[in-house]
């Protein structure tokens, strides 16, 4: 466990860049920060972008839902200028292309936002030959299970707000749950991490990581609390507060 914690960039350097994008990737390498959370989702032709919501509505200048569009579709889209005119002209990247960007300069913590895409997308990671620098992540327990299957390997890790039960037995319980999918490491919503949430996940070797802080007053009691890595769409905030 780090002594530590280490900075994700939660879709990219997302609070000044436009998320998802490879400005807001590489930004982030820029900045210093030690690895990048990603969504991926699925288009009308099969192809793995990268893509937070449903819909292209909030992040482009496009609109409707993407499993209706094709790649050509979603690449004529402006994803940056909804950020600010000083971003206009960028465009939704596929998956493939940031692993083969990115992946050699910055791990990647790839989110699975849409059911029944997991086995496509743990190929894609295989093909760029970027398993070593990647991890498959999910709410959905099923989505873990699929990826182990499909490539042990694979470093997993079970996202969750919080625990479904409060106390102890809820954080047990959510312990159990990543275990049972094997998962390395639960990524929780920072307000429900406690100390003995920290303590019995490192007693049972997973790593913990909180999400997601903008403020120092948010990100403090984490690395007061002992967490191993802090998401946040502002990661020259977190890595001020590390004195990094």
Same mark, same amino acid.
């Given at each position: 466990m780090s002594l530590s914690p280490l900075v994700c960039a939660h879709r990219g350097r997302s609070g000044i860049f436009p998320e998802n994008t490879m400005p807001a990737y590489d930004a982030a390498i820029e900045l210093g920060a030690d690895f990048i959370e990603l969504d991926v989702r699925r288009t009308a032709d099969g192809e793995i972008i990268c893509l937070h919501d449903p819909t292209v509505d909030r992040t482009t200048d496009g609109s409707g839902e993407?499993?209706?569009l094709t790649l050509a579709q979603v690449r004529a889209l402006d994803a940056g200028s909804w950020k600010g005119a000083e971003h206009a002209g960028a465009r939704i990247p596929l998956l493939r292309e940031v692993l083969?960007?990115?992946?050699?300069?910055m791990v990647i913590h790839i989110e699975i936002k849409q059911r029944g895409i997991v086995e496509q997308v743990v190929g894609i990671v295989r093909e760029t030959g970027a398993l070593r620098r990647v991890a498959i992540i999910s709410f959905d327990e099923g989505d873990l299970r699929t990826a182990k299957a499909a490539e042990p390997a694979a470093a997993c890790g079970l996202i969750t707000s919080k625990p479904k039960e409060e106390g102890p037995k809820g954080e047990l319980a959510l312990i159990a749950s990543a275990l049972s999918c094997g998962a390395n490491f639960i990524s929780c919503g920072h307000r429900a991490i406690t100390? $003995? &949430?920290?303590?019995?996940c490192h007693l049972i070797g997973l $790593? &913990?990581?909180?999400w997601t802080m903008d403020t120092p007053e948010d990100l403090r009691p984490m690395v007061d609390l002992g967490v191993d890595m802090l998401v946040s769409n502002f990661p020259e905030c977190a890595l001020e507060v590390l004195g990094r």
């Open positions: 993407l499993s209706s083969e960007q990115i992946a050699q300069r100390p $003995s &949430l920290v303590r019995e $790593s &913990l990581i909180a």
